[in-house]
């Protein structure tokens, strides 16, 4: 599965996989104006890397985005390999599906997704990271 930013000069390929993740945190919504809509993976492939600026928006975690058109692209951790690849970016993927919502507890009112799939709160989020070693 292979996708690209609004100008093209980036693409992004990943395991074709079918799971969305939505993250509905303060920090993605400044970001992108609203809930960040992504695929996980752990092994992608970039074309276009030279084009890409990051900005460190955590202690453990950058997001990466076009330099010319302003694509948000993804999120990374800066160890362990972890990306949450931007789902917009592929728009001929068929068969995406919602799988889960994270952050829940920091969605604002003025919108619901009508999915039913599993949450998580920020702190249930914060245990699993405190849990996950990297590998
Ligand atoms: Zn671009
Ligand atoms: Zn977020």
């Not at 990943?14 to 919504?29: E, G, L, Q």
């Not at 972890?82 to 604002?108: E, M, T, W």
Request: hydrophobic share 35%.
């Amino acid at each position: 599965m292979k996708g690209h930013c609004l100008c093209g000069r980036i693409a992004i390929g990943c395991i074709d996989h079918t799971d969305v993740s939505v993250c509905h945190c303060s920090m993605c919504r400044r970001w992108g104006g609203g809930p960040f809509f992504s695929i996980e993976s752990k092994a992608i492939e970039i074309e276009g890397e030279k084009d890409i600026a990051h900005y460190r928006s955590s202690q453990w975690a950058e997001r990466g985005f076009c330099q010319h058109c302003g694509t948000h692209l993804y999120y990374r951790l800066q160890t362990g390999g972890f990306y949450a690849v931007s789902a917009g970016l592929f728009q001929d993927a068929a068969n995406l599906r919602l799988h889960s919502q994270i952050f829940i507890d920091k969605k604002p009112d003025y919108y619901a997704l009508a999915n039913k799939t599993p949450t998580m709160t920020e702190a249930q989020v914060m245990e699993m990271f405190k849990n996950w070693d990297g590998s």
